[in-house]
């Protein structure tokens, strides 16, 4: 599983950071040397930029953030970095050294934030998964620090740069803490429902949305309706449009308190929005070719996972919304009240089936035989249906 490589993600950035210096220095410095800073030993050649690893802290602000609610939060670092140049006789405070050192600082600065483009494939396996950008920021560095650094009978002083790397993204190896949907009888499949959420708001000449219902919201089958209706004030003004996310929803019905529009086939299909959540608002067209809008309360759009089949060592799943290539989407087995196994990464299917109705999880390790739960979730939100799977 993808998220397993994460593991080598600390040696993936320095050697990241290598490349792109040599890379980017090449006919100035032809060596960069990942270690700490030293006038001779294996692989030194000069001259030559020294990339030393000093220290590993973890990043405070994001310390609990998880990928997916339910997912164990994976360890989020900070990695810090010496950069020392030498000349061509090894010599670490010439002015040739210097010129080197500020070169480095240069290709550095103009990263700023690390490209992921033309990677071999572990280290793209080892950092892609991160959802956050990695980002170069140098760092005060006095000479007290490079002193303690340089410690040693054989070290000197080196004239340095420290500059640090983040947010560096280890995920951890344990399930998902995922559990079926409150609300949802699952042996005769239905559904109770929630209760709509208000929110009160003040007053004015726009107009405002109190509450949506339903706010979780299942795809209606190709030539069927459903209604989706939203409580609020000022909603019989004149040239009103209702938006889910970037899909114009038809009004059939409208009020003062009460706009009622519809939710049809089309959203189904997949093609003009994926699941997830998505904003919800009220769009007045003004006779200035101005718009005024509402404020936005939030739908949770669901996946629909009609069948599940496990055959010659993949899991096939089919429905309605199950996510595209850019959407985050995570298939668990559930089993004995517990997430068994997760799975992210994804096989297309050739020929390609209509949008979002079909997804392929190729099962690469042994799983034991039994009956197991599917469960889908879509861009942070779960399939209401879990059908069952039997893995011989």
Known sequence: MALADTG??????????????????????????????????????????????????????????????????????????????????????????????????????????????????????????????LKITFDPTSSELISKLMQGSEDKYRCSIGFEVRPVMIATGEPASYSLLVGVDYVNDTVIGAEGIKIPVLPGMEPKIEGIFPTKIVPPLPLETSILTIKGSNLALSNLTVRLGSVELPIIAQSPDSLKCELNGNIRDGSAISAGSHPVCVVQSLPNNKTRSSNLLVANLLPILTSVEFSLGNLNLEGFLLGKKSDDVFVALYQTGKTVRIFDVFEDILPAPPAQTQLRVAIADTIPSGTYRVILRVNGQQAQNSPEVIVP
């Open 8 to 133: 080598k993600a600390i040696g993936a950035v320095s050697q990241l950071l290598r490349d792109r210096l040599l890379a980017r220095l090449a006919g100035t410095v032809n060596n960069v040397r990942i270690g700490k800073p030293e006038e001779i030993g294996e692989g030194i050649t000069n001259p030559r930029l020294n990339l030393f690893l000093y220290e590993i802290q973890l990043d405070s602000n994001l310390r609990n953030r998880s990928l997916d609610p339910g997912q164990p939060t994976p360890l989020w670092l900070v990695l810090k970095y010496l950069l020392t140049a030498f000349d061509t006789g090894g010599d670490s405070d010439s002015y040739e050294a210097h010129e080197y050192l500020g070169e480095g600082m240069r290709v550095l600065q103009e990263l700023s934030f690390l490209p992921l483009g033309n990677l071999p494939s572990d280290l793209l396996k080892a950092l892609n998964p991160n959802p956050e950008a």
